[in-house]
Nanobody, 116 residues
Framework: QVQLVESGGGLVQPGGSLRLSCVASGGSIFSLYGAGWYRQAPGRQRELVARITELGVVNYVADSVKGRFAISRDNAYRTAYLQMDTLKSEDTAVYYC????????WGRGTQVTVSS
């Protein structure tokens, strides 16, 4: 069983930066799965933001965040990261960490609010 806990969200002004972290517990299973960051804004469906393979290869970045967000992971610390730069108001959402795909493991989410 893998449990995921996100952190690093908060309130930031447009143009600012945040770094989200997702720490996995439950042994070394995390290193066997791809990981991803999703987000869900009020009234909208959850969408995939970025995804990284178990070996650290980035295999998806949403067009809306390309050039601004970067996903990474450190299997030694069982942690995935989402570096978010040049944040915009439309990035406001709850951000969720995922491990193992849609039917895999999910964190509870961390709120990101971009507002002046």
């Amino acid at each position: 069983q893998v449990q995921l806990v996100e952190s690093g969200g908060g309130l930031v002004q447009p143009g600012g930066s945040l770094r989200l972290s997702c720490v996995a517990s439950g042994g070394s299973i995390f290193s066997l799965y791809g990981a991803g960051w999703y987000r869900q804004a009020p009234g909208r469906q959850r969408e995939l933001v970025a995804r990284i393979t178990e070996l650290g290869v980035v295999n998806y970045v949403a067009d809306s965040v390309k050039g601004r967000f970067a996903i990474s992971r450190d299997n030694a610390y069982r942690t995935a990261y989402l570096q978010m730069d040049t944040l915009k108001s439309e990035d406001t959402a709850v951000y969720y960490c995922n491990c193992g795909g849609m039917s895999g493991y999910w964190g509870r989410g961390t709120q990101v609010t971009v507002s002046s």
